[in-house]
Each structure stands twice: as structure tokens, then as C-alpha cells.
């Protein structure tokens, strides 16, 4: 298979566009149960929602030039997860999203990938405003995104009573970066 171009890389990863190979380990991670329970509605996905999903994102590289994207090992090029800037249900503001298969979990990768992901959505596509939405007992991806960079906002009451941590970023230097 060509090797295909980066979008950016970082000491250790190369993100990329995703293509029809990556249904495999998008059902690996998001297909996870326990790992999804603080992710979206909680509930893992199906192999037929992840081939959803590729034609949703496809369709975002279309219309917005970015949205999810694949995280590979620079040295193996395995796919170790994912990541992306995506506007659910068209929101106006732009999500952080990541989630790394288990195996590749506690060595830093989801900061480095996080981090380097903000500063590319800033640089190549104008995002100068990016939110995340995290579960409060999601403690892992707090972390995570603190050390990108992102500053801690509102924990928001949720029109079924559960609750959401929000994190905001703006790119250094601009009006009320974090
Ligand atoms: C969240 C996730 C992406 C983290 O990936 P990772 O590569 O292990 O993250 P990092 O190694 O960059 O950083 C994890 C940080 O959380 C900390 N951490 C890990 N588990 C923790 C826990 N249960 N409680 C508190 N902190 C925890 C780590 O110690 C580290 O912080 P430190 O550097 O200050 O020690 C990964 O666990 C995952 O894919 N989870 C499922 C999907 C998900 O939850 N995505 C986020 C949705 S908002």
C-alpha cells in the first residue's frame, strides 16, 4: 500500500486521512465497551456504524478540509487510534476527539497527538476556537487535554440530568487563549 501523506507528524506519531483499511481497528477501539463508557452515549460502536462513520468523515474532508483523522506509529505505521476536529449534529464550535486502542495507552500519546492536533487545525484550517466535551469521572482525558494546552470550563447540566466537563483552547497569543 502507497504510504500516505501526513497531515503532521510528531516525535513519535503520523496522522493521516482515514481510509477503508482503518475499519478494522476503528472497531478495535470504538467497538471497546469499556472503554467506551465515557465516550458519546457510552454505548460501543458497530462494525456497520464505523463504515458510517468513514463515509461521514470523507464527507467532512469535502466540505471542511478536516475532521477525523488516523494516528500511526512513524517507525511500524501501526495504527495505535484515533483522533480528529469534528462539529456534531453541525455545531459551530470545533470538538477534540481521540481515542487510542488500549495497548497503546499511558505512554503520552494521546497529549502528543492532542497537542500537535490543535496546533495543525490552528496553522492549515483557521480553527482558532476548540472545545472538548469529556465525562467528569473521565480523568484520563482531563489530563490529556490540560497538558495540550486546554484550560478547564463550565460543567455543564445535560437535558437528561448527566453532567459534562467542558475544556476550551485557543491558539497562544490570540484574545483569551487559555
Ligand atoms: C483517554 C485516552 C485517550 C488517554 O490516552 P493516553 O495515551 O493513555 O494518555 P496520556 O498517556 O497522554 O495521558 C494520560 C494521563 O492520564 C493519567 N491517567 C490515566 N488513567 C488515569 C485515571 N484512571 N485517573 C487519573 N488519571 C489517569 C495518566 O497518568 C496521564 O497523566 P500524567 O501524564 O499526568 O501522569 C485513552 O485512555 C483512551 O483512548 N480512552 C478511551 C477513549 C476516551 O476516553 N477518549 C476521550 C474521550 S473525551
Known amino acids: ?7 503532521f507528524v510528531t516525535e513519535r ?6 481510509f477503508l483499511q482503518d475499519l478494522q481497528a ?5 467497538g471497546d465497551a469499556d472503554a ?3 465516550v458519546g452515549d457510552g454505548i460501543a ?21 478536516y475532521g477525523m483523522f488516523a494516528l500511526e506509529d512513524r517507525v511500524t505505521r501501526v495504527v495505535v487510534g484515533f483522533c480528529g476536529l469534528v462539529h456534531p449534529g453541525g455545531q459551530i464550535e470545533a470538538e477534540i476527539k481521540y481515542a487510542l486502542k488500549r495497548k497503546f495507552w499511558g505512554r503520552g500519546l494521546a497529549t502528543e497527538a492532542a497537542r500537535a492536533l490543535l496546533a495543525y487545525g490552528a496553522n ?4 482558532d476556537y476548540v472545545i472538548a466535551t469529556t465525562a467528569p469521572e473521565n480523568a484520563a482525558s482531563h489530563r490529556v487535554l490540560l497538558k495540550a494546552g486546554m484550560a478547564k470550563g463550565q460543567l455543564r447540566r445535560d437535558e437528561d440530568g448527566s453532567y459534562t466537563q467542558l475544556f476550551e483552547w485557543r491558539p497562544a497569543g490570540s484574545p483569551n487563549a487559555a
Open 45 to 65: 460502536i458497530t462494525p456497520d456504524e464505523c463504515r458510517n462513520w468513514l463515509a461521514v468523515t470523507e464527507n467532512n474532508y469535502q466540505t471542511r478540509g
Open 13 to 18: 506519531l503520523s496522522c493521516r486521512c482515514w
Open 36 to 38: 467506551m463508557r465515557w
Open 1 to 7: 500500500m502507497p504510504k500516505p501523506k501526513p497531515l
Open 124 to 127: 492549515t484550517h483557521g480553527v
Open 26 to 30: 476503528l472497531a478495535e477501539v470504538y
